[in-house]
T-cell receptor
Framework: SAVISQKPSRDICQRGTSLTIQCQVDSQVTMMFWYRQQPGQSLTLIATANQGSEATYESGFVIDKFPISRPNLTFSTLTVSNMSPEDSSIYLC???????????FGPGTRLLVL | GENVEQHPSTLSVQEGDSAVIKCTYSDSASNYFPWYKQELGKGPQLIIDIRSNVGEKKDQRIAVTLNKTAKHFSLHITETQPEDSAVYFCAASKVNYGQNFVFGPGTRLSVLP
């Protein structure tokens, strides 16, 4: 299994600012994903972070709002841009093998936007 | 696209009793079904998974059963303990087709001492 860390673990941000979340995996992985989890809700996939190419976004999520980087096989970042209170949520990074089988999750980043 | 339903949304059991959570999926091509446990303030933790070529899988007090015909799979926890209290999520996926996980809405399990 992969061990995944995220930074920061939590943050309180002002409306209109941006926050970059880092995700580090302890081994090389093919697939990395970013999810959003609203309080008391299930997980919603934001995008698949592709190494060496642009991320693949799910319906309802756009690159201008959630730019993603994946410079190598162990690291990815998600930026939440021009934040509003509606962006307050838990952001989770996950990593898995080919085709996303057996995904392992990081501890999450708890974001509060005022 | 795939749709995953999960029942019940909340479940309370006495310590030592069994707990069963059931999920149904809509896409008959889905072939991988993991279960995750999420404790308060933590990320989801994979606890067991099953592939479509297997009907049942067991790991100590946890078991998962799959009925491909009916398109449902269930998580069984025996001899529940207070530390089993958490939110449990099921998911469905079509691995080898590049399909992402679709998660169920979750079940909040409370094990009463």
């Amino acid at each position: 299994s992969a061990v995944i860390s995220q930074k920061p673990s939590r943050d309180i941000c002002q409306r209109g600012t941006s926050l970059t979340i880092q995700c580090q995996v302890d081994s090389q992985v093919t697939m990395m994903f970013w999810y959003r989890q609203q309080p008391g809700q299930s997980l919603t996939l934001i995008a698949t972070a592709n190494q060496g190419s642009e991320a693949t976004y799910e319906s309802g999520f756009v690159i201008d709002k959630f730019p993603i980087s994946r410079p190598n096989l162990t690291f990815s970042t998600l930026t939440v841009s021009n934040m509003s209170p509606e962006d307050s949520s838990i952001y989770l990074c996950s990593a898995g093998g080919v085709s996303g089988e057996t995904q392992y999750f990081g501890p999450g980043t708890r974001l509060l936007v005022l | 696209g795939e749709n995953v339903e999960q029942h019940p949304s909340t479940l309370s059991v006495q310590e030592g009793d069994s707990a069963v959570i059931k999920c149904t999926y809509s896409d008959s091509a889905s072939n991988y079904f993991p279960w995750y446990k999420q404790e308060l303030g933590k990320g989801p933790q994979l606890i067991i998974d099953i592939r479509s070529n297997v009907g049942e899988k067991k790991d100590q007090r946890i078991a998962v059963t799959l009925n491909k015909t009916a398109k449902h799979f269930s998580l069984h926890i025996t001899e529940t303990q207070p530390e089993d209290s958490a939110v449990y999520f099921c998911a469905a996926s079509k691995v080898n087709y590049g399909q992402n996980f679709v998660f169920g809405p979750g079940t909040r399990l409370s094990v009463l001492p």
